[in-house]
Every structure is written in C-alpha cells, then in structure tokens.
C-alpha cells in the first residue's frame, strides 16, 4: 500500500468537512521556525475519521497480514480495563474499552472469499464485527468461541503471543489457559503465536492515515515552538517543571492529549550532565525538550533544543551549532541506511559505521511510531545499547511511521571543550525506498528572545 496524495477532496470523504478542515499539511524535509497550530477536528468528526480509517484497514491490512503469513484464524480476546494492545486499536470511536470479555475472531475461508469478521460479544462493536453469539443459546463464551472455531476447521489458530514484542504479548494467562481448555485437542494444537499478525497490523500505515500524519506533527511542533520562546519562559524566574507544566495545561487547552510526561532539560557551561527537575532557566543554557501528543490515535514524538541568549548575544555560540549539525549528519547516517527486509540491528549496524567513519560520536535509539509512541516493529538501538538486541530482529518493511531518535556527543570550545549531548527526535516514514521526514527536522537552534539575530 504506497502513499497516496490524498487532496481536500479524499479527506472530506474521511468526515474532515467544515469550518474546522483545512488542506492536508505535505511531507516536508523543511521545519517551520514558528508553525502555525492546524485545525483540531472537533470530537464527532474525529470520530468520523477514527472510524472510517479503522474500516479500511481492517478491509485491507488484516487481509493482507493473514494471507501473507498463512494464517487462516486469527483470535484476538481482551477484558474490561485489561485490553490487549491490537484489541484496543481495533474498537469502534465510541467503544472506549472492551466490554466484559471481547474476543474478535477474523477467519479466512479461501477460494478469494473475503474474510470474515465476528465478534463473540455481548456488545457490538460500530458495525464493524459481525455479531457470532447469542447467551441465551449459549451461556457459556468459551463453548460459543468453541463452535465458531469447529464451525470453521482452521488449519491454523493465531494468538496474541510473544516473548520479544510487549504489544504482540496481550493474550493473559488466564484467557490463554481457559480458551485452550475449551477447545478439543484436534485444534489446541492448531494454536500459533500471532506476532506477526499483531506487529504487522500496529506497524503498517495506510495513505488515508499518513495524508493526516504531517498535521498532527505540525500540531506538536507548534506547541513545542511555543513552549520555547519568550511567551513561556522568562531567564531567571522560569523553571524547567514550570514548562513540563505548561505542556500538559497547553493540551488540555486544545483539547490534546499527551502519551507520556514531557520532559524539559539544560545543559550548562560548567554543569555535568543535564538538569532537570525544577532547575531555573538561566541565560547561557541549552534546552532540551521531548514532547509527544496524541491525536486521531496517532502519536508523535519529538525531541528539540532551543538556547537563551546572554546579554549582548545575538546568536547561539558556534560549537552549539556544529553540534546539531553533529546530530544532523548521525539521522542522515541512519536515514540512508534503512533496507527493506534487513533487521533493526542490521540497520543499526551499517548507520553506526557511516557516522564513526565520518568522525561522529553516534548514539542511535530508534523506534517506530504509531498507535503507540513507542510502537511495534523493529528497534533500531536501545541508548544502553548500540551492539544490536532482541528486540531489533523484527525487519524493516515499507509503510512503517518512525521515530529518528539518537544523539551525538561533542565538544564545544566555548564552553572550554566541555562534552555536549546533542539529541534529536523527528518523526520519520518509510515507504520502502526512502525515508522522509513527517514535517522537517531541526536544523537550527532557535533562540530565547526570538527574533535576536
């Protein structure tokens, strides 16, 4: 499924109609100094777009995964507040969480018939899901989820298991044993690990979702822009929580929401490491931030740095500026060695040799972004890591979100050589060739008060 150009005319299709829709941001390598906030869709027509999407992919993607993987049965079964990752990607705008027991069975019957889709539910679930259970025939799930399967004589049972991925890993103990105690032999031995399946629903990104992507980075980026500059902080008297907590009052105030507590740092001449906590914002200091929201179930997540100017300052000093521009040669380092099929750990391998070769002090921690800010697929480093892991075997492939996230160590003269961790976190698509940018990077330090150069 490659990227299409989806135009105002296929998102009003999307439900994205009225004063609120706007033509869709492109992909961009070039970040905005000061970008505007896009439109945020009011809540019904948020949901309109959830929805419609969550119909598509489930008409493409799940087909797709299934038949790719020869899998004929795929059971995906969660509990009230006790959701399995993909469960909770695959509910309807109105359906928060599973109700009681939610169990989804997608079965594929061969012969280019379409695949079904039932729900072995008390509650429906948006028309998405055929309903495949009456209790009062049946009292009893477990015998009811039992004759579907009988009902269909699947060759092979996936299931929601994984010793490597978290999001792959949602089917409990519990369900898992009282699932396979009503099943007759013949098909419990039928039951396989769906990581697959569960890796490659979380992690493929269709056209109608990656025609919206760049927005929500937008979105993200314009807070971020704000939260640093001169509106927010003030040398002297602003803390780094005092920011944090801006964020999460600037969210709420759109209506966004956040997957994570933002994080604000400083690096200091003369300071190891970086501060945090409730440190005062002084003049001289390097700021760090890393920000991520939410929005039509989409996660961002970025990391910036931004300086305060000193008296008689005009400009960040000019090891600061070659330290981004460090980071800078690492992400392009790791953009241009993204190979479909090759592992996380292969990728890491051949970006981390491009950067030392070129002089760089590489650290690279990588992730695909998504559902989850943090989502499935393969990672590319862990930051205690850089020799390749477990959990970056998983390979590359087309239609993935990413999360470019590393940093580069170097020295700055004017800070008398001190050791500086330049980070960097944009987010990222690949469509199988190249890998390009949501919505720019940071190529330039901005500076607190803007407009000083």
């Known amino acids: 499924m490659g990227v299409l150009k989806l135009g105002l005319a296929g998102l009003l299709a999307l439900g994205l109609s009225g004063a609120a829709s706007a033509e869709p941001i492109p992909m961009s390598q070039v970040e905005r100094t000061d970008p505007a906030m896009p439109p945020i869709l009011p809540l019904r027509e ?22 790719a993987q020869k899998i004929d049965m795929w059971v995906l079964v969660a509990r009230e507040y006790m959701e399995d990752p993909v469960v909770a990607t695959m509910l309807d705008a109105q359906s ?34 055929a309903p495949a259970w ?8 477990w015998k009811a989820l039992a004759e579907v399967i009988a009902a269909r004589a699947p060759k092979t049972i996936a299931i929601n298991t994984s010793s490597v991925s978290a999001l792959a890993d949602g089917l409990t103990l519990s369900q898992h044993s009282e699932m396979a105690a009503a099943l007759p032999d013949t098909y419990r031995q039928r039951m396989v690990s769906g990581e697959g399946l569960a890796v490659g629903w979380l992690e493929t990104r269709t056209a109608r979702e990656m025609a ?9 980026h314009s807070v971020m822009a704000e939260a640093f500059s001169e509106k927010v902080i003030t040398p002297g008297t602003t803390t780094t929580a005092d920011v944090v907590w801006w964020y999460r009052q600037r969210l709420a105030s759109l209506g966004l929401a956040t997957w994570f507590q933002p994080s604000v740092g400083v690096q200091r001449q003369g300071a190891a490491g970086t501060l945090g906590g409730d440190t005062v914002i002084q003049k001289g200091d390097l700021l760090w931030t890393d920000f991520g929201i939410t929005y039509l179930r989409l996660n961002t997540d970025t990391q910036h740095l931004a300086y305060v100017l000193k008296d008689g300052e ?3 000093p000019a090891g600061l500026k070659a330290g981004l521009a460090a980071a800078n040669a690492v992400q392009d380092a790791l953009t241009s060695s993204y190979r479909p099929g090759d592992t996380g750990n292969q990728v890491l391998a051949r970006a981390r040799a491009k950067a030392i070769a070129a002089g760089l002090n590489p650290t690279i921690y990588s992730h695909p972004v998504g559902y989850h800010g943090h989502a499935a697929g393969s990672a ?26 590393l940093s580069a160590m170097a020295a700055v003269p004017e800070w008398g050589g001190q050791a500086v961790s330049f980070r960097a976190e944009e987010d990222a698509f690949f469509d199988g060739e190249t890998v390009r940018y949501l919505d720019g990077r940071q190529t330039a330090i901005p500076l607190i008060p803007r407009g000083r150069r």
């Open 134 to 141: 009456s209790p009062e025939k049946q009292p009893d799930q």
């Open 212 to 220: 919206l992507y760049p927005s929500i980075v937008r979105m993200a």
């Open 314 to 316: 005009t400009d960040a």
């Open 46 to 67: 948020q949901a309109k777009v959830q929805d419609a999407i969550l119909a598509e992919r489930l008409d493409t993607v799940v087909p797709a995964l299934m038949r």
């Open 380 to 405: 590319i480093g862990f930051w205690d890591n850089q020799q390749g892991d477990a959990r970056g075997n998983h390979p590359i492939v087309a239609n993935t979100a990413w999360s470019i996230e």
């Open 96 to 129: 928060f969480h599973a109700r009681r027991r939610t169990i989804l069975v997608f079965f594929d019957p061969g012969a280019g018939k379409p695949i079904e889709r039932l729900t072995v539910s008390r509650y429906g679930l948006g028309g998405l899901f």
